[in-house]
RNA sequence: GCCAGCGUAGCUCAGCGGCAGAGCAAUUCUUUCGUAAAGAAUAGGCCGUCGGUUCAAAUCCGACCGCUGGCUCCA
């Protein structure tokens, strides 16, 4: 790939200036990835200021029209020459590079003169095949040296680069475009949630309006639920630490738990979790082969204590509100079951014109200690996950070590307006945590069976899922969803009472009157700008008539309607949603 | 938690050792308006918090709190 050789080469040059701009840097690894590259340093120590500095040190090397070239050095030849160069990170690498024999080789790249670095290959012959003006330093950050957190951090530098000035452009151009739709500035601007430094960090409160959108959302799933046999249970927010022993989320999770000792001294966690409540509410009688399955969700808050630094927005918080459902049955009932919440997830997810992507999310047979409960278990809950999706003939990607430790899933991935792809809906199959709580019923010859249990959430987490639709709608929400779907704007205060007497025979909406002593052109100018998806513009032409003046956002004036006729079409509108 | 950057009015930001500033928003008054910003006046501040340097700190230094972007983590 060419432009594979493009970006690597651009990371080259990228060493080949912090070499000459800090002398005393040490050399980590310079990877193509998605858009650009990055290289690791150490003792680099910069900022964003630094970079155009930076930049211009890579043209004006590029511009010596410099060959890359790579030549194959005995390992012992490479590790003393990185040993002079006080290089302990490309010592690691060659090490890792496992040579068998003293005569293995290894790449060695060089950039004319001025750098020369350890690298398996893949560059443009010579700097001056480079496209100056298609790329870009993009931002500085801090990385752990392999991705370890207990190894050193180094000064990370990303870079953008194109085959051509326009894709470069264009991208910027996309990145703009995310900025402007970003959660965060949107959902402060449209009034939809708020932070306080006194409640603390990650845990979003949501205003009027936000929490109108949640309730809409959530009823929606709760719709598609109630028509499959779901039950609505309700569970407090602490249990005993002793049920998350039991379930292994203790041992698994203690650092993230939020845990409470009450003052006669006993221990309390804040659930992380709903299942095991969940669970306590199946076990609280025996089950007969005759009564599964049995289906309960609960909308309701968890607690992580995330840490600080992982925070952000909407997108990861330390109070996740998980539109939870797990589902108990035979085994012979699993397939069924994991169908009906797979059509749930379709259904819900083509409403918001979020296509969707699947991951298959299985356990690291490499590491089995991250896993509870035993391999034939594993074995066959992946068997039927597997089968399902072949049944349903849906290609997916296979992510291994991804699965929960109780069990594997499958994760939904939506792709937005902009192309991004985010996690969402997961379904899980779970054999383990019904060995740990020993959940039977009587099967049909009287024995006990094992409980098979599904863990299901069509959003996830609903703040997560309101910072993509905000991001994939840049705020103009569907009419159903909007907090506010009309505003009664009349031309002066004339027409107020007017104004009133319509709202009033449109209550079964989301109505505001905007009344205020302002110009007509400001009050349009506020509405078009909070997203509001009809402005009713009223002054004495409509009060005569009985008419209202629609103006559709986006879309400026549509015309004078009879108000009964506008109520109408705002009815189907919204029907056709759900 | 780690690395880097940033915290000044409700919001967006200027000021960067010597009296705390602008636009928008708010309030009051004027205006009564026809499809994306009417005009005037008023009010609004522990310059994130605590400590240090200095004759003098929003400004320099340190710690903490918070935010942003990464890294690590994510049931």
């Given at each position: 790939?060419?432009?594979?050789?493009?970006?690597?080469?651009?990371?080259?040059?990228?060493?080949?200036?912090?070499?000459?701009?800090?002398?005393?840097?040490?050399?980590?690894?310079?990877?193509?990835?998605?858009?650009?590259?990055?290289?690791?340093?150490?003792?680099?120590?910069?900022?964003?200021?630094?970079?155009?500095?930076?930049?211009?040190?890579?043209?004006?090397?590029?511009?010596?029209?410099?060959?890359?070239?790579?030549?194959?050095?005995?390992?012992?030849?490479?590790?003393?020459?990185?040993?002079?160069?006080?290089?302990?990170?490309?010592?690691?690498?060659?090490?890792?590079?496992?040579?068998?024999?003293?005569?293995?080789?290894?790449?060695?790249?060089?950039?004319?003169?001025?750098?020369?670095?350890?690298?398996?290959?893949?560059?443009?012959?010579?700097?001056?095949?480079?496209?100056?003006?298609?790329?870009?330093?993009?931002?500085?950050?801090?990385?752990?040296?392999?991705?370890?957190?207990?190894?050193?951090?180094?000064?990370?530098?990303?870079?953008?680069?194109?085959?051509?000035?326009?894709?470069?452009?264009?991208?910027?151009?996309?990145?703009?475009?995310?900025?402007?739709?970003?959660?965060?500035?949107?959902?402060?601007?449209?009034?939809?949630?708020?932070?306080?430094?006194?409640?603390?960090?990650?845990?979003?409160?949501?205003?009027?309006?936000?929490?109108?959108?949640?309730?809409?959302?959530?009823?929606?799933?709760?719709?598609?639920?109630?028509?499959?046999?779901?039950?609505?249970?309700?569970?407090?927010?602490?249990?005993?630490?002793?049920?998350?022993?039991?379930?292994?989320?203790?041992?698994?999770?203690?650092?993230?738990?939020?845990?409470?000792?009450?003052?006669?001294?006993?221990?309390?966690?804040?659930?992380?979790?709903?299942?095991?409540?969940?669970?306590?509410?199946?076990?609280?009688?025996?089950?007969?082969?005759?009564?599964?399955?049995?289906?309960?969700?609960?909308?309701?808050?968890?607690?992580?204590?995330?840490?600080?630094?992982?925070?952000?927005?909407?997108?990861?918080?330390?109070?996740?509100?998980?539109?939870?459902?797990?589902?108990?049955?035979?085994?012979?009932?699993?397939?069924?079951?994991?169908?009906?919440?797979?059509?749930?997830?379709?259904?819900?997810?083509?409403?918001?014109?979020?296509?969707?992507?699947?991951?298959?999310?299985?356990?690291?047979?490499?590491?089995?200690?991250?896993?509870?409960?035993?391999?034939?278990?594993?074995?066959?809950?992946?068997?039927?996950?597997?089968?399902?999706?072949?049944?349903?003939?849906?290609?997916?990607?296979?992510?291994?070590?991804?699965?929960?430790?109780?069990?594997?899933?499958?994760?939904?991935?939506?792709?937005?307006?902009?192309?991004?792809?985010?996690?969402v809906a997961t379904i899980q199959l779970d054999l383990n945590m019904p060995k740990r709580f020993n959940l039977t019923f009587t099967n049909e010859q009287g024995g006990q069976s094992q409980i098979f249990m599904i863990h299901a959430a069509i959003m996830g987490a609903i703040e997560r899922f309101l910072s993509i639709l905000i991001e994939h709608y840049a705020g103009a929400f569907p009419l159903w969803l909007a907090p506010e779907q009309i505003w009664i704007v009349p031309v002066s205060d004339k027409w107020n009472g007017y104004a009133k007497s319509l709202a009033a025979k449109l209550n079964r909406f989301r109505v505001n009157i905007q009344d205020e002593n302002e110009t007509l052109g400001k009050k349009i100018r506020e509405g078009e700008m909070q997203k509001i998806?009809?402005?009713?513009?009223?002054?004495?032409?409509?009060?005569?008539?009985?008419?209202?003046?629609?103006?559709?956002?986006?879309?400026?004036?549509?015309?004078?309607?009879?108000?009964?006729?506008?109520?109408?079409?705002?009815?189907?509108?919204?029907?056709?949603?759900?």
């Amino acid at each position: 790939m060419e432009i594979e050789y493009i970006r690597h080469s651009f990371a080259h040059v990228l060493a080949a200036a912090v070499k000459k701009l800090f002398p005393k840097a040490q050399f980590g690894i310079g990877p193509v990835i998605e858009n650009g590259f990055y290289y690791d340093f150490k003792n680099v120590k910069m900022a964003d200021q630094d970079m155009p500095k930076i930049e211009q040190e890579m043209r004006s090397i590029a511009s010596q029209n410099l060959a890359f070239k790579k030549e194959l050095w005995p390992a012992s030849k490479a590790t003393a020459h990185f040993k002079k160069l006080k290089q302990p990170f490309k010592l690691e690498l060659i090490k890792e590079l496992g040579m068998k024999d003293k005569k293995s080789k290894v790449g060695m790249v060089s950039t004319g003169d001025v750098f020369l670095d350890l690298c398996r290959g893949g560059h443009v012959k010579n700097t001056k095949e480079l496209p100056l003006d298609a790329f870009k330093l993009a931002k500085v950050a801090g990385a752990y040296w392999r991705g370890d957190e207990k190894n050193p951090m180094l000064t990370r530098i990303y870079g953008l680069a194109f085959a051509t000035r326009k894709e470069l452009d264009q991208h910027l151009h996309t990145l703009q475009e995310a900025e402007k739709r970003d959660h965060k500035k949107l959902g402060a601007e449209l009034d939809l949630f708020t932070f306080s430094e006194l409640v603390g960090p990650g845990l979003p409160l949501f205003t009027p309006k936000g929490t109108i959108v949640r309730d809409l959302l959530d009823d929606f799933v709760w719709s598609l639920r109630r028509k499959h046999g779901y039950q609505r249970v309700d569970i407090p927010h602490i249990a005993k630490k002793e049920l998350y022993e039991t379930s292994g989320h203790w041992d698994k999770f203690k650092n993230e738990l939020f845990r409470i000792t009450t003052r006669e001294g006993h221990e309390f966690v804040v659930k992380p979790m709903n299942c095991p409540h969940h669970i306590q509410i199946f076990n609280r009688r025996k089950w007969s082969f005759r009564d599964l399955p049995q289906r309960y969700a609960s909308t309701t808050k968890i607690y992580r204590d995330e840490q600080t630094g992982e925070l952000s927005g909407l997108t990861r918080v330390r109070s996740i509100t998980q539109d939870d459902a797990h589902v108990f049955c035979g085994m012979g009932q699993t397939e069924r079951e994991i169908k009906i919440i797979w059509e749930i997830i379709d259904t819900f997810y083509s409403a918001f014109n979020l296509s969707l992507k699947l991951r298959m999310s299985l356990r690291d047979p490499k590491k089995p200690k991250q896993y509870l409960g035993d391999k034939k278990n594993w074995d066959d809950a992946e068997t039927i996950l597997m089968k399902i999706a072949k049944e349903k003939n849906v290609a997916y990607v296979e992510a291994r070590g991804e699965a929960a430790f109780y069990g594997p899933k499958l994760d939904f991935m939506a792709t937005d307006s902009l192309g991004r792809q985010w996690q969402v809906a997961t379904i899980q199959l779970d054999l383990n945590m019904p060995k740990r709580f020993n959940l039977t019923f009587t099967n049909e010859q009287g024995g006990q069976s094992q409980i098979f249990m599904i863990h299901a959430a069509i959003m996830g987490a609903i703040e997560r899922f309101l910072s993509i639709l905000i991001e994939h709608y840049a705020g103009a929400f569907p009419l159903w969803l909007a907090p506010e779907q009309i505003w009664i704007v009349p031309v002066s205060d004339k027409w107020n009472g007017y104004a009133k007497s319509l709202a009033a025979k449109l209550n079964r909406f989301r109505v505001n009157i905007q009344d205020e002593n302002e110009t007509l052109g400001k009050k349009i100018r506020e509405g078009e700008m909070q997203k509001i998806p009809y402005l009713l513009i009223v002054g004495e032409k409509e009060q005569q008539t009985g008419t209202v003046s629609v103006r559709k956002r986006g879309k400026g004036n549509m015309g004078q309607m009879r108000l009964e006729e506008f109520s109408r079409k705002v009815a189907e509108e919204i029907q056709k949603y759900l």
